[in-house]
Antibody
Framework: EVQLVESGGGLVQPGGSLRLSCAASGFTFSSYEMNWVRQAPGKGLEWVSYISSSGSTIYYADSVKGRFTISRDNAKNSLYLQMNSLRAEDTAVYYC??????????????WGQGTLVTVSS | DIQMTQSPSSLSASVGDRVTITCRASQSISSYLNWYQQKPGKAPKLLIYAASSLQSGVPSRFSGSGSGTDFTLTISSLQPEDFATYYCQQSYSTPPAFGQGTKLEIK
């Protein structure tokens, strides 16, 4: 069974830092591209960042570029999001999500349960 | 960046109704369109990928159609467990944008 379990969320002051983790199991983690997607309270879904299976290709949303860093450790079946210079608008539930491919098309086929990040003084 | 717009933003319907939700892309995305269902406090669940392909395990009352800029998600006969928020998402280019969501409520 595919499982993605996020951890590391919590309350942090504006300007602070937090590191999120996503532990993967039930599939060959090193073969899959991964993402972080967030959802502010009562709002819609916002893509945050992407990392290729090897970690060699990375993309960020403009809203987090220069402040967040995505990484992975395939030996530990884990995905990470280092979040620095946090702002109130970064308050959200953060989900890790796996990408699956079908004949050139792709989608987020498995999601973790999410971890809540609250940025407030 | 490609923008995704869903309509309506909210919808009231009854069990057994046929419901259609629309998603429009700001430019052509071919069939690179996915649909997700999200229930309160839960992670999104993939329903439809490539505009019309049903994800494994998803009931056949869900269907998707469209290509280019206009897409629809149809639920043929609403069941109690279908009341949720639905999101479209384009996978044509980075960033992979989501629509703002359509909240489906019980009438």
């Amino acid at each position: 069974e595919v499982q993605l379990v996020e951890s590391g969320g919590g309350l942090v002051q504006p300007g602070g830092s937090l590191r999120l983790s996503c532990a993967a199991s039930g599939f060959t983690f090193s073969s899959y591209e991964m993402n972080w997607v967030r959802q502010a309270p009562g709002k819609g879904l916002e893509w945050v960042s992407y990392i290729s299976s090897s970690g060699s290709t990375i993309y960020y949303a403009d809203s987090v570029k220069g402040r967040f860093t995505i990484s992975r450790d395939n030996a530990k079946n884990s995905l990470y999001l280092q979040m620095n210079s946090l702002r109130a608008e970064d308050t959200a539930v953060y989900y890790c999500a796996r990408i699956e491919f079908w004949s050139g098309y792709h989608a987020f086929d498995y999601w973790g349960q999410g971890t809540l990040v609250t940025v407030s003084s | 960046d490609i923008q995704m717009t869903q309509s309506p933003s909210s919808l009231s319907a009854s069990v057994g109704d046929r419901v259609t939700i629309t998603c429009r892309a700001s430019q052509s995305i071919s069939s690179y369109l996915n649909w997700y269902q999200q229930k309160p406090g839960k992670a999104p669940k993939l329903l439809i990928y490539a505009a019309s392909s049903l994800q494994s395990g998803v009931p056949s009352r869900f269907s998707g159609s469209g290509s280019g800029t206009d897409f629809t998600l149809t639920i043929s006969s609403l069941q109690p467990e279908d009341f949720a928020t639905y999101y479209c998402q384009q996978s044509y280019s980075t960033p992979p944008a989501f629509g703002q969501g359509t909240k489906l409520e019980i009438k």
